[in-house]
């Protein structure tokens, strides 16, 4: 039934059961850290895994708020299941536990989260695993990275800052051929506008704290996949903790039922910035994935249904220029994360993306005088005027 609903039906709907207690209309929240077993067979069988059912809030499924959560999730992704996380990290780390150990070797996208970046390149490798960085943009720098050790290929798409894209269901085919794992970031499209899973890759995560709950209120982490794959993690959830809230949950729950309204008006905003940034002789460049000057737009075109509301730019006068706008603008929040329901302004450079070295930065295209915006659901003329005065005011 729920598989054959359409997104928007599903953003609402997917998962949700009446509380089957009192009735409730809206999913509890089950504030609780432990569950009572009617005996101690049923404990013993709950244990062993002989019987479903929940045992304590950081062994899997956690709580009920935590099951419908991870259910949602996979049904808007097409995933056969999910698990959430305390932090869109968290959730990273448990898939790199799982997925990988001593002797393995994982391909990465080179612009990529900055601390997505900084596990990779600290803290996978003092765990014997060995990590290429490789611009995924070019299918045959893929090709190039593999090795017989090759365990899983880590792609961000659109990555952030820069807004560049990959080719998902060919580095998905191309990984699949090699017996690699195919993990998608998909924190800045979210599924309304990208499904991972259905263009080949096995795995599919957002962090919550950014569109999924929208708000700029909570911390959280969710991945879809194949029930195989999700089963494997529960060890490495149960084992390592880095569960999420029950709080938490409902709040991602409450946040997905409107996913498709919000992201239609981020991205409906986004657009209008992004060629409004684009005629200026003062702004030096835009990368927004729905602009035909984007390198990848028409691979954008092809995998996405739409283009969310991230972009990044450089005024003219690089860093310094940069800073004066930012410091400038009197409706933009100067704030980093993103996905929130009003417009955030930040400089990666020296924030995001500051535990990145500078010779890498460079090379990937983050630029010190690089602007990254998170277009809010405001009315997009009060957003653009800002901009405009603070144009003026460089
Ligand atoms: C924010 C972010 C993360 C990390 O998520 P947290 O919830 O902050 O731990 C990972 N990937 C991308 C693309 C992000 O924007």
Redesign the pocket.
């Known amino acids: 039934m729920e598989r054959d609903m359409k997104f928007a039906t599903k953003c609402v709907r997917a998962a949700e059961k009446p509380d089957p207690i009192f009735g409730a209309h809206t999913t509890p929240i089950f504030q609780t850290s432990t569950f009572i077993f009617e005996n101690t067979e049923q404990g013993a069988a709950r244990f062993a895994g002989e019987e479903s059912g929940y045992v304590y809030a950081r062994i899997p499924p956690n709580t009920p708020t935590h099951a419908v959560l991870a259910e949602k999730f996979a049904e808007l992704e097409g995933g056969e299941a999910g698990q959430t996380f305390a ?6 780390t448990a898939i790199s536990l799982t997925a990988l150990k001593q002797g393995d070797h994982l391909i990465s996208t080179d612009v ?2 900055g ?2 970046y900084s596990l990779f390149s600290q803290i996978l490798p003092g765990l014997g695993i060995d990590v290429s960085f490789v611009d995924t943009s070019k299918i045959e720098n893929v090709k190039q990275a593999f090795k017989p050790e090759t365990k899983m290929v880590f792609l ?1 798409s659109p990555a ?1 800052p820069t807004l560049t894209v990959c080719d998902i269901a060919e580095i998905a085919a191309i990984a699949k051929e090699k017996g690699a794992l195919c993990v998608v ?1 998909n ?2 499209a979210t599924p309304y506008f990208q499904r991972p899973l259905e263009l080949g890759a096995d795995l599919s995560l957002s ?4 569109y999924i709950g929208g708000h700029a209120d909570l ?3 969710v991945v879809a996949g194949s029930k195989a794959f999700i089963n494997r993690m529960s060890a490495v959830v149960g084992y390592t903790g880095g569960i999420m809230g029950p709080h938490e949950a409902w709040l991602c729950i409450r946040g997905l039922k409107t996913l498709h309204v919000r992201m239609e008006r981020h991205a409906e905003n986004a657009m209008k910035v992004a060629k409004f940034l684009e005629s200026r002789p003062d702004v030096e460049w835009v990368r927004y994935p729905g602009l035909s000057s984007h390198p990848q737009y028409e691979l954008a075109r092809k995998q996405m249904s739409g283009f969310s509301g991230m972009l990044s730019f450089e005024i003219r006068g690089g860093i310094e220029a940069g800073r004066r706008l930012i410091d400038n603008v009197k409706l933009c929040s100067l704030a980093v ?2 996905g929130a329901t009003d417009t955030l302004i930040q400089h990666p450079a020296s924030m995001t993306h500051a535990c990145v070295p500078c010779a890498v930065r460079k090379k990937v295209g983050i630029t010190d005088g690089l602007v990254r915006l998170s277009v809010g659901i405001e009315d997009s003329e009060d957003i653009i005027t800002d901009l405009k005065q603070a144009l003026k005011a460089v």
């Open positions: 932090s869109g990290m968290a959730a990273i990529i989260y601390c997505t961000e952030n970031d924190t800045f962090s919550c704290t950014k911390l959280g982490g994360s993103l």
